[in-house]
């Protein structure tokens, strides 16, 4: 990328600051999670070296390096603003493993070495295509020999929907110079044309329906996500086709529910189960207007063209989080297999099993249990001809009722009696909402007094000092009724994952 345009669009990024989040399909254990399961031998989590490409402010990549001490982590990004911004965050938070550099990908220094996992998440469909090949280029000279490249980009045909709406901004807005006014006229745009019109056809509605979509998003992703510039969508066969120029392999998706034909009719998974799992890919995203993609790519991928179903025998299992969330607000996970089908050629039985083995994971959050305890637990209410657990967890696994684990997740599903949260989300909770929680997902505490509770949970305060220190919140209730409200609270925090 020459001089200038990495000035613009650093100066751009420097003038509307994007927001960054975390996510969890990024995360190092969940891409060595889904490397094993596709019969890979990815580099260990713990020790792991991390780089993120276009890490911007560092709120995907900071949490991973404070979960993560004996790991090494390297972000860059081209804005300065938000390169200090991180830096300062991982100044106060004492991460040492971390080191932000204000760099081009295309002039990363040699010195910060090799890794076993790149992050470049927002970047490929955002940057003109000699950063995308210099992307590609730095994962064939730099990750390890089972590493894992994770890349995420706008994809057609659903990016068509997209496409058209960026168009449409751009024409609108285009001769406006200031950022914030750009934004704006933008909005209100969207406004205008997410209003029902006089015609009623199919393509009408799902422009509308965009438009809809990109009027409540915050300013940040609206001007960078919505109207950036570049703004490339590609097909999924075209990107595998460049990433192999580099001699770079299709792994799988990051999210793994995205790879299989749940939701499609019968007929078209029909037609589409005897493909190559490639051409597969890319007809399962037709069949769905997909229109955005997590993809992991490696060196050399395995023969396989599936989950190993093997692999799963020493993994820890969990609920997947919709299935924890709907239990807090008093919903039946099982009723998830209501909602998601039946899943294929399952057996009443089977799905009844199924149904009580969520119940039981969620009653567990956000403990992760060993497969073989889980072998255990099923085979005494199974007949001996029924499937074995790891061939139920895979598929499981694929609909997204459950998620796999190389290692156990560290949070505790039980506060003790000197309850303790993450460093990062006590500090993050002594300044936001947002809050980052052990399995690396963001949730937000719009509630003051349950932040308040958070940020004093450092291990060195009992329960009954907790009650003392919080009476100021709550002056007129009794001191059972703060006891109570404080247990509450932590046995709420224990099932969001953010006790260690």
């Known amino acids: 990328m020459n001089n200038r345009t990495t000035a613009d669009l650093a100066e751009k990024y420097d003038t509307v600051a994007y927001v960054g989040q975390p996510n969890p399909l990024t995360h190092p254990a969940h891409l060595a999670t889904v490397a094993t399961l596709f019969g890979l031998a990815p580099p260990s989590v713990d020790t792991c070296r991390v780089l993120e490409v276009g890490c911007g402010d560092g709120a995907n990549l900071l949490p991973m390096a404070m979960a993560l001490p004996h790991a090494r982590f390297v972000g860059c990004d081209i804005a300065p603003r938000a390169i200090e911004a991180a830096r300062a965050v991982a100044a106060e938070l004492g991460l ?17 070495g090799d890794f076993d996992y790149i992050i470049a998440h927002g970047l490929y469909s955002w940057v003109p295509a000699l950063v995308r090949d210099a992307l590609f280029t730095l994962a064939a000279q730099r990750l390890s020999i089972n590493g894992v490249l994770f890349v995420s980009y706008n994809a057609y045909p659903g990016c068509h929907i997209r496409r058209a709406a960026w168009d449409i901004l751009h024409f609108h807005t285009d001769a406006i110079v200031d950022a ?5 006229a933008a909005r209100t745009l969207a406004g205008l044309l997410a209003e029902p019109g006089a015609t009623h056809e199919a393509s009408d509605a799902l422009l509308r329906e965009e438009f809809r979509r990109i009027e409540s998003r915050s300013d940040s992703a609206l001007f960078h996500d919505d109207m950036g510039s570049p703004n490339d969508p590609i097909y999924f066969h075209e990107f595998i086709a460049h990433a192999q120029r580099f001699g770079l392999d299709f792994l799988a998706e990051a999210s793994l529910p995205m790879m299989s034909v749940g939701g499609l009719s019968a007929n078209m998974s029909r037609f589409v189960a005897g493909m190559g799992r490639l051409v597969r890919e890319q007809y399962i995203d037709f069949a769905r207007m997909r229109r955005f993609r997590q993809t992991l790519l490696c060196r050399a991928a395995p023969s396989t063209t599936g989950i190993v179903i093997t692999a799963i025998a020493k993994m820890y299992v969990s609920a997947a989080t919709p299935l924890i969330r709907s239990s807090l ?3 039946d996970p099982g009723a998830a297999l209501n909602a998601e089908g039946s899943g294929g050629e399952q057996s009443t039985h089977e799905v009844a099993t199924l149904r009580e083995l969520l119940r039981w994971l969620v009653a567990q959050s956000p403990r992760a249990a060993p497969v073989a305890e889980v072998k255990a637990w099923y085979r005494a209410r199974t007949p001996p001809a029924q499937p074995e657990i790891e061939t139920i967890l895979a598929e499981a696994c694929m609909r997204g009722l459950v998620q796999l684990h ?4 560290a949070a505790t599903f039980l506060a003790d009696e000197f309850p303790v949260a993450s460093p990062m989300a006590r ?6 909402e947002q809050i980052t929680n052990l399995r690396h997902e963001s949730l937000r505490l719009p509630d003051a007094a349950a932040r308040r509770l958070l940020a004093l949970l450092d291990g060195s305060r009992s329960r009954v000092a907790l009650h003392t220190t919080m009476a100021v919140e709550w002056p007129e209730s009794r001191v059972d009724e703060i006891r109570q409200r404080i247990d509450d609270y932590l046995g709420h925090f224990a099932k969001l994952a953010l006790l260690s």
């Open 96 to 112: 040492a493993n971390a080191t932000l550099l204000t760099e081009d990908l295309t002039s990363l220094p040699a010195h910060v």
């Open 180 to 184: 914030q006014a750009q934004i704006k």
């Open 329 to 331: 607000a008093g919903k």
């Open 406 to 409: 190389v290692d156990a997740p």
């Open 427 to 432: 500090w993050q909770a002594s300044r936001q």
